[in-house]
Structures are given as structure tokens and as C-alpha cells.
């Protein structure tokens, strides 16, 4: 989805929210200030292929209410935020998805289990599965897989401290910030996501030790 079909989109959506009906061709042109509907026809074409909308004979607009079918999609229904006290509503109509792909499905991307519960101050618990970019480049505060020593892997926060040297810390405060010179410091990746099952979720998961 292009940044301008997410937009319309959104205002289809909106609209619906805002008058109970879906608009037309020539609303959803002029709400974008275009003289030509041919532009809008093409973008609601891409955006019925890919399973948002569907169009009658009259080409009549109307959401459509659960995910596109696509086995390759990690796209799920969005209902909004959830309390942790008064319990809320769950609407059976959705008008919005999650689509975590960009997360799920990377190229340069690989996944790693997590053992131990060194980074548990951001919210990495042990036995996640974590998603990595393949990168050999970090920013300051970045997480990162990185090699000591050509030996030793380890998932830390980065920082470059401009001086020949690497710290890497942990996110847990029974554990050291660790500085090692620069040359024996490796990224092999720049943490992208995490994965967790509570299928399989150990209790006391959180304070599991290496």
C-alpha cells in the first residue's frame, strides 16, 4: 500500500466513521483536491486487489470487515487500546488492520532465541524470539547481536563512545555496562522486533536465568 492509498483509505474510513456512508468517487477526489477521478479509480483498484475495499457494479464503495486473504500476510483486525482496568468493548466492526509486516517479513532479516534476562528493562524476556536486521552499522541506543572477540555473542545496547572504544549495556541492573576497544566489537545485526508465544511461556519467565 503507497502513502496515498493508505490516505485515502483513511478518509474512506472516516468518512464512514462521520456520516454512516461510504463516499463517492468524486468526494474522495475533491477531499484530495483532484480534477480527475481516473487518479482515484486506480488507487481504489490497488486497494480492492490487495482486500481493503470492495466496489459493486455501480461502484459503490464499502469497506471490507476482516483481512485480506493472503497466506504470505501478517496483517490482523485493529480494535484500538485495551486497559489493564475497566474492562472496554471490543467493536465487532473493524476499520483499521495491523499489518506487521515490515517486522515479519524482512529480506535482510534473521531470527535469534533469547537466552538469558540481561535485557528485561526492554521488555526482552528469556526464550523470546527476536528478529534482527542483517546490519554491521549501529546508532547510539540501538540494540544489537554483536561478536566479542570473534567468540562471544551477546544482545546489548550500543553506544560508540567516540574514543576507540564500544559499550555495550544491559537493560537489567544486576548486570555491568561492558566497554571493550572497537576492533574487538562486531555488529552482526540491529534488533528489528520480538516474538513471543504465551502458548509455550514458562511461569516466572521473566527471571528465567541463563
Known sequence: ?????????????????????????????????????????????????EGYIK????????????????ENSFIFPYYGTISAGKPIAIENQTFEYIDLSDILRCENCYALRVKGNSMI?????NDDIIIVENRKEALNG????????????????FYNLGNG?????????????MIYE?????????????????KGLKKGALYDEE
Do not use: C, W
Request: no cysteine; proline share 4%.
Open 142 to 157: 540501538e540494540i544489537v547481536v554483536a561478536v566479542i572477540d570473534g567468540e562471544e555473542t551477546t544482545l546489548k545496547k
Open 121 to 125: 528493562g526492554e521488555f526482552i524476556l
Open 55 to 70: 466496489r459493486s457494479g455501480k461502484g459503490k464503495i464499502e469497506i471490507v470487515e476482516k483481512s485480506p486473504k493472503n
Open 1 to 49: 500500500m503507497t502513502k496515498r492509498q493508505k490516505e485515502i483509505l483513511d478518509f474512506i474510513i472516516e468518512y464512514y466513521q462521520k456520516n454512516g456512508y461510504y463516499p463517492t468517487l468524486m468526494e474522495i477526489a475533491k477531499h484530495f483536491n483532484l480534477s480527475a477521478v481516473s487518479t482515484i479509480h486506480e488507487h481504489l483498484q490497488k486497494l480492492e486487489q
Open 165 to 177: 572504544y564500544i559499550k555495550l549495556v544491559p537493560a537489567n541492573p544486576d548486570y555491568e555496562p
Open 182 to 198: 572497537a576492533d574487538r566489537v562486531e555488529i552482526q545485526g540491529v534488533l528489528k522486533g520480538i516474538v513471543r508465544s504465551f
